[in-house]
């Protein structure tokens, strides 16, 4: 599986279908739908505009790290984000406190897209309450403030903050999202937040368990 779509025409309600078939019955998150939701978002984000193509670019990076995991020889390993924690602690193939030997583990690879999916329920809950003459550039900022900002050196947090200034106003965004009217936006983000938010909680909560959510 290759990257090669990007540019496809970005729809809202595609990133909630793949979210919504991210969980098994048994709440184990498949990492390929997982990859496929990012993605989407991606597509989303390239509409645009380049200023954004420094963030684009290393989620890309990212996206692909994990799917090199999945279609790899150790691929099997890699169909829940459960059994890729479990392979890569058990064989040894995770740098636990500081860089090493296994910058592309499966498992800080996703838990930096896992801290960006925090980011986007923040934000896409501000949108979901927000009226006609909020900003997105705030909503987006004060989302980042309170989620990734944290984890990110001064020199990201600048050139982030700095990008952030380019959305477009809500209505403009709102009609990339692709869904309808802005109360069928907001419909569709009220589907799509609890989807978002349960494979965030999920994904945590197992990262908590297995002590992994400082991985370097
Ligand atoms: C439902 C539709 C509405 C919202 C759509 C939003 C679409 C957003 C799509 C992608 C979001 C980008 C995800 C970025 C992942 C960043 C991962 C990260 O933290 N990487 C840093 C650490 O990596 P390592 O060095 O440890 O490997 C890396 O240093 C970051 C570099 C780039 C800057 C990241 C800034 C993140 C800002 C996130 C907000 C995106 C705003 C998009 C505008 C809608």
């Known amino acids: 599986m290759a990257i090669a779509s990007e540019d496809l025409k970005f729809t809202l309600q595609e990133v909630l279908d793949t979210f ?31 200023v954004f ?22 691929g099997a390993h890699y169909v829940t984000i459960q059994s890729m924690v479990k392979y890569e602690l058990d064989s040894q193939l995770v740098d636990l406190t500081k860089r090493g030997s296994f910058p592309e583990s499966g498992c800080r690879t996703l838990l930096r897209l896992h801290r960006a999916l925090r980011w986007l329920e923040l934000f896409l ?24 900002a944290q984890h990110h050196a001064w020199i990201i947090r600048k050139a982030a903050g700095t990008a952030f200034w380019a959305l477009p106003g809500r209505a403009t965004f709102f009609d990339v999202l692709n869904v309808g009217s802005p109360e069928q936006v907001m419909a569709v983000l009220g589907d799509t937040l609890p989807l978002i ?4 909680k999920v994904t945590e909560d197992l990262y908590a368990q297995n002590n992994i959510l400082e991985l370097p």
């Open 20 to 50: 919504k078939s991210c969980l098994s019955e048994h709440k184990e998150v498949f990492l390929e739908h997982y990859v496929a939701g990012w993605r989407g978002l991606v597509r989303f984000m390239n509409c645009l505009g380049s």
């Open 53 to 74: 193509s420094f963030i684009s670019k290393d989620a890309v990076n990212k996206i692909q790290i994990l799917v090199n995991h999945l279609n790899g020889e150790n």
């Open 125 to 148: 809950e501000r949108l979901r309450t927000s009226t006609e003459d909020s900003n997105t550039s705030v909503m987006c900022s004060e989302a980042y403030n309170e989620s990734l």
């Open 197 to 200: 938010s349960e494979v965030y």
